[in-house]
């Protein structure tokens, strides 16, 4: 077992792990508190759709799946500021185009594609030096951007005491649901598109049944975030098991937990 | 300073096809008490957020149009300190599953954005605003755990604690029983005398609208009657803006 961790690839993984494990579940506090849960899912699939493209045009996956997730996410804010028709259907609409696209992308490519099977379930053993430095750069940005914690904090509790405030809310949703789309990209190698959503929402849940404040269900989701990534490798690596669906089931386990323990 | 608090000249708002708000004019001096009356839909909620400078921001259904000017302390609304305006929202349109304690609800009225360490110098004012509103053993109680009422009261220490020069209450007594109904006019009142801030509130209360105002508002998307409340609550303004009064239990002819 401890040998594995001499091998670069496994180093990799690990890193990767906890970076896409902090970032989603920093992110999915906020996610979770705005009610957009199904954002994920719709970003996920943007991101199918993105990856699509870029295996029917033979580049790197990644590159493409980035600003068409980005495009999306940026569509599907647009389309809730302008429209009363409620984040879900805003959502759906986008969720349903991407696949629609990523099937069409899909089919446009001849033979068979078992490449696409990796992003679907994920493949973090795959994970290369360019993935890490792309996961840093959004570890990064999104550490730089954490002074704006509390105004995204003012604007989740109560939209209009922040617009009364003269906060940038409408800007600020625009940037959050960027950061989103790059999270969900970063993390389709960990954990595959299909997962990506629990991914983001259950840290952040299991951290509102334990805690009482805003600031600790924050600092507690990415603790749960990060630590469950450990336990989810070594059962994956142990059971010869997806490493996304071990680290998910963890962190069900862990909000299972909680539902028993939480006062 | 002697720019009027607020001032609003033919101000209108329409959102879509439905006008909300047609040709408010007047003016509401420095120091004044206003109660704002009218029936549901009248667009009470949207004159306080047009003082707000957010009427714009909040509606998605349809595209909001606003003519005419309103003014706060002599600016537009959107160039006032949003220090100086304090606002009391109405407390059904919270969502009470977001985890935060009260006095953190307080201190954010204070930082204009959300705290993640309260420092020993905010939770001291914070906790001195809870007292003053009868709330002190609510400060670090979780916000869902809170009644209407409870919830009532910590709003306005989170509206006082940034000493407002204006301060706008949408329909504060909601939820309120009779004593803490009558606890908040006294709180109200007691921060009107000694800071000459001015307040707008909204009621349904009538008898609140006279007793403690010194004018009121009525209000059916146009302005129905504003004066000294004594002028303004007479039945004729009153059927005006509401249609049938019907029988009342609270005499509306009463001198205040």
């Known amino acids: 077992m401890l040998e594995a961790l001499e091998l670069p690839f496994i180093q990799r993984a690990i890193i990767a792990g906890l970076l896409v494990g902090a970032l989603a579940s920093y992110l999915g506090v906020l996610v979770v508190q705005r009610r957009l849960s199904f954002l994920g899912h719709g970003l996920a699939h943007a991101a199918f759709a993105g990856v699509a493209l870029g295996l029917l045009l033979y580049q790197e996956p990644l590159w493409v799946a980035i600003p068409f997730a980005v495009g999306v996410s940026l569509a599907i804010t647009w389309v809730r500021e302008r429209s009363s028709l409620g984040d879900d259907t805003a959502i759906g609409i986008f969720f349903a185009v991407s696949v629609a696209l990523g099937v069409l992308f899909m089919s446009m490519r001849e033979g068979f594609a078992p490449d696409a099977v990796a992003f679907l379930f994920g493949s973090i053993l795959t994970v290369t030096q360019a993935d890490l430095w792309v996961m840093a750069g959004i570890a990064l940005g999104v550490a730089l951007l954490s002074p704006l914690w509390r105004y995204w904090a003012y604007a989740t509790f109560d939209r209009e005491l922040a617009l009364a405030d003269r906060k940038p809310v409408l800007l600020h949703d625009y940037l959050l649901s960027a950061l989103m789309a790059l999270v969900v990209v970063a993390s389709v190698k960990v954990v595959g598109i299909v997962l990506i959503a629990a991914f983001i929402v259950i840290p952040a849940a299991t951290a509102r049944l334990l805690t009482q404040t805003f600031a600790s269900m924050t600092l507690l989701s990415v603790a749960i975030g990060v630590t469950s990534v450990i336990p989810g490798l070594v059962a994956s690596y142990i059971f010869d098991v997806p490493t996304g669906s071990a680290i998910v089931l963890v962190q069900a386990l862990l909000f299972g937990l909680a539902l028993l323990l939480r006062r | ?255 205040g």
């Open chain 2, 1 to 255: 300073m002697t720019a009027p608090a607020v001032q609003l000249n033919n101000f209108g708002v329409r959102f879509g096809e439905f006008q909300v708000l047609e040709q408010v004019t007047l003016e509401v001096p420095q120091g004044a008490f206003v109660t704002i009356l009218g029936p549901n839909g009248a667009g009470k909620s949207t004159l306080l957020k047009a003082l707000l400078g957010i009427v714009g921001g909040t509606l998605r259904d349809a595209h909001t149009s606003v003519s005419g000017s309103v003014k706060v302390f002599g600016h537009k609304p959107q160039d006032v300190k949003s220090g100086w305006v304090g606002y009391v929202p109405q407390v059904k349109s919270f969502d009470r599953s977001f985890p935060a304690l009260s006095i953190e609800v307080v201190v954010s009225g204070l930082r204009q954005s959300w705290p993640f360490l309260l420092t020993a110098r905010e939770r001291k004012k914070a906790e001195a605003m809870l007292d003053k509103v009868g709330a002190l053993h609510l400060a670090n109680r979780r916000l869902g755990r809170l009644s209407g009422g409870e919830l009532q009261r910590v709003y306005l220490a989170r509206s006082l604690i940034r000493e407002p020069k204006l301060l706008l209450l949408d329909e504060p007594a909601t939820g309120l029983d009779a004593v803490g109904e009558s606890d908040l006019y006294r709180h109200l009142e007691a921060y009107q005398r000694e800071s000459g801030a001015t307040v707008m509130m909204i009621t349904h209360d009538w008898e609140a609208a006279q007793h403690h105002a010194t004018a009121v508002l009525l209000i059916n998307r146009r302005v129905i009657g504003y004066g000294p409340p004594a002028r303004v609550m007479r039945h004729e303004s009153l059927a005006q803006a509401f249609g049938h009064v019907g029988h009342s239990h609270t005499p509306a002819t009463r001198e």
